[in-house]
């Protein structure tokens, strides 16, 4: 069965980067039928802490990558924080210890450098020497006597190392790239690149999908695989995210977790379609793609080569078209909060369904210009506050010496309308304001809009009357006729 696992470490907020490879994880595991894994590594008790765990859970859920196996999941193999495995890490690195593939070393940090120095100075490489290699029973007592206590460390196979990576094709380590390496410390804390073997072993991992950053390590893990007499997964490094500057995704490009688009208020979906064109692309060229879709789709032969580039742009494109194509209740909901931020509405304003309606009607016409609900905020204004704010570049349409004219005709054929001001009335109104002013095109309908709305862009007039009403579409004309003067 085809096992994919995301094993994060729970040092920061999710990535985008990270959150990347967790999805190329899980639709791997799901367009095989397989299983997805979600381990905690937290073996840096300095620099993880619980919270990141529990954020990263829930940004995974948000985003609707469950895990088959995980914390809080179960599974057969857990437990599933590194944490809560450290007697496990103890039994293999004794195991490969008693085997002759490690051993215990008494060396300090200070000593192992000075020794560095010192082969570095002669031109050798600067790995373990090995001296704690062959002590005997007797030896190891006299250092631990002088309260040395030790680490464990693995043997280094003098050989060469390749595997094919599904990405970078065959890559080839040849022998003697690295010495003898810690996989555990003397307060019993695995090393990375042990415990990451013993994990995907034990949890049966047959597919391990990461970030290329971790190239290099995979010459460790394939010797610890080799001691441990099992053959290792197949290897996926992806490329990495960059900016649109080409350099690494970093703070400075703006948003870079997923807790911060979900709070500007993307919808999941779109940040999951996004994600998935990150170096992978589909083989039909598609890049509006849901959930279903992308697990259908998705393979390993498809993943880039080359690093992928976050750009913003396209990201706000996928987003536009789900804010605009969901389920209007539910957008209306997720937007909601966003909407009581500016104050202008409070619970009591919401207990009607009138203005529950209202505000609907709001959100299905201003949704267009959104690709993440926040924006709702910039639209809401003008139409919850007659008194809204005029827009330098609306002000300059309204003093225009046609305005006033065309703003007092729209006035009077409005009052005397009885239903609905909908498109094909309004269209018959432009054509009468046209004729009796002589004034057409954009120098009709942008006054009208700076007087309806105080913008110069949004949704269509005829679309903003019937919302608005038009005991409020005259108050605001009479508002423009008196700021023109
Ligand atoms: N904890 C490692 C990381 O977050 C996992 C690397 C791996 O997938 O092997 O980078």
């Known amino acids: 069965m085809i096992k994919t696992r995301f094993a994060p470490s729970p040092t920061g907020q999710l990535h985008i980067g990270n959150i990347r490879t967790a999805l190329f994880a899980y639709l791997y595991a799901r367009h095989t039928g397989g299983k997805f894994i979600l381990r905690i590594e ?203 500057d080409k350099k690494k995704l970093s703070k400075r490009h703006g948003a870079t977790s997923v807790d911060e688009f979900r709070k500007m208020g993307y919808l999941p979906e779109s940040l999951l379609n996004y994600l998935a064109l990150l170096g992978w692309s589909s083989p039909d060229g598609r890049e509006i793609l849901s959930k279903d879709d992308l697990i259908k789709l998705f393979d390993l032969d498809r993943l880039s080569t080359s690093p992928a580039i976050f750009d913003p742009v396209k990201l706000d494109w996928i987003a536009k078209h789900d804010v605009i194509n969901s389920d209007i209740e539910r957008i209306f909901n997720l937007a909601l909060p966003y909407i009581m931020e500016t104050g202008l509405i409070d619970d009591a304003y919401l207990s009607d369904t009138k203005n529950r309606d209202f505000l609907k009607g709001v959100v299905q016409l201003t949704r267009g210009y959104c690709s993440r609900l926040s924006q709702i905020k910039e639209h809401i204004d003008y139409f919850l506050n007659d008194d809204f704010e005029i827009h330098p570049d609306a002000m300059a349409f309204l003093k225009k010496d046609t305005s006033a004219p065309v703003i007092n005709a729209f006035r009077e054929l409005i009052l005397k309308e009885t239903g609905d001001v909908g498109e094909e009335q309004f269209v018959k109104i432009a054509d009468e304001i046209s004729r009796r002013t002589g004034v057409k095109g954009k120098n009709l309908f942008m006054p009208l809009r700076a007087a309806l709305t105080g913008r110069p862009h949004g949704p269509e007039i005829y679309f903003l009357i019937p919302v608005i009403g038009s005991e409020r579409t005259v108050k605001r004309l009479d508002r423009a006729l008196g700021l023109i003067g």
Request: proline share 4%; aromatic share 10%; with cysteine.
């Open 42 to 244: 937290d073996t840096d008790i300095e620099r993880s802490h619980e919270d990141f765990t529990v954020a990263l859970m829930e940004d995974m859920r948000w985003l609707g990558l469950e895990w088959d196996e995980g914390p809080d999941a179960g599974g057969g193999n857990g437990p599933y924080r590194q944490s809560e495995r450290l007697a496990i890490y103890k039994e293999y690195a004794e195991k490969l210890v008693s085997e002759g593939r490690a051993y215990y070393c008494y060396c300090s940090e200070e000593e192992i450098e000075e020794r560095k120095a010192k082969l570095e100075a002669e031109g050798k490489p600067p790995h373990y020497d090995g001296k704690c290699r062959h002590l005997s029973a007797a030896e190891r007592k006299t250092l631990e006597a002088e309260g040395r206590v030790p680490v464990i460390r693995f043997w280094s196979y003098e050989e060469d190392f390749e595997f094919d990576d599904v990405v970078k094709g065959n890559v080839k380590f040849p022998k003697g790239m690295v010495g003898d390496f810690v996989i555990l410390r003397s307060n019993g804390l695995p090393l990375y690149n042990f415990a990451v073997v013993i994990d995907d072993m034990l949890m049966e991992v047959s597919h391990v999908l990461r970030a290329d950053e971790h190239l290099s390590n995979t010459v460790r893990q394939l010797m610890i695989y080799k001691a441990c007499g099992v053959k290792s997964p197949v290897f996926a490094h992806m490329a990495l995210v960059l900016g649109p």
